[in-house]
């Protein structure tokens, strides 16, 4: 059946403008839509990338924090190296500005030290056996050749050689050295009368070596 529209042109054309102009809207509401869409999308995108940034942030300090520790360790190594190196060479870590000190301190007011030397000496030690024994003890021992195995070590021997009043002077000096933790295997070399500005004195030289 043929449909005849006796409608005026004019109102003919606001429908079709009418129609097209609500294409044109459901169009933009379709763009907007895609783009608000699309922006969510994007923005999680965003979020992820600063997570991971964050994370490679992170990372990266933590890669630093680890170097610097390294750096750390490393210089903690050297010293230690150095530390070995000495104790092996020289046979002891501590300077011989501390024994002065030491030695000074257990001087008593009626003696005097006249001479004072250190040398490195190599001491034959017996090693102790992995199941017997105290292994922690750093005190200088003789090795008995005819048990185990013997090595060698440096060690820091100190010579002393003072003047005393009296032989009771010179006893109380040497219990005090032997009974200072900076040394051990304290020995009496000699002690012997002399005359010292007019005045009778005793003349004494002890031997002993510095702890490890």
């Known amino acids: 059946m043929l449909n005849i529209d006796f409608l005026p042109e004019r109102i003919r054309g ?68 150095t530390k070995k190196q000495i104790d092996d060479e020289l046979g002891s870590r501590i300077s011989m500005g501390d024994i002065i000190a030491e030695l000074s301190r257990l001087l008593s007011t009626s003696m005097s030290i006249t001479e004072l030397s250190f040398e490195a000496v190599e001491i034959p030690v017996a090693v102790q056996p992995a199941d017997g024994g105290d292994q922690s003890s750093g005190r200088a021992r003789s090795a008995d050749k005819g048990k185990g195995k013997v090595r060698t070590v440096n060690r820091v021997l100190v010579v002393i050689n003072g003047l005393a009043r009296s032989d009771v002077d010179v006893a109380n000096f040497i219990a005090q050295v032997s009974a200072c933790p900076l040394f051990e295997n304290v020995n009496m070399g000699y002690t012997r009368p002399v005359v010292f500005r007019e005045q009778e004195a005793r003349e004494f030289q002890a031997r002993c070596y510095v702890v490890r």
């Open 14 to 81: 606001q429908r079709a403008r009418r129609r097209r102009l609500m294409r044109q809207g459901y169009l933009l509401c379709a763009c907007v839509a895609a783009l608000v869409v699309l922006g969510c999308v994007r923005r999680g995108y965003v979020s992820k990338a600063r997570a991971e940034l964050v994370a490679v942030q992170e990372s990266a300090a933590s890669s630093q924090q680890q170097l610097a520790t390294k750096k750390s360790i490393e210089l903690e190594l050297a010293w230690l190296n």
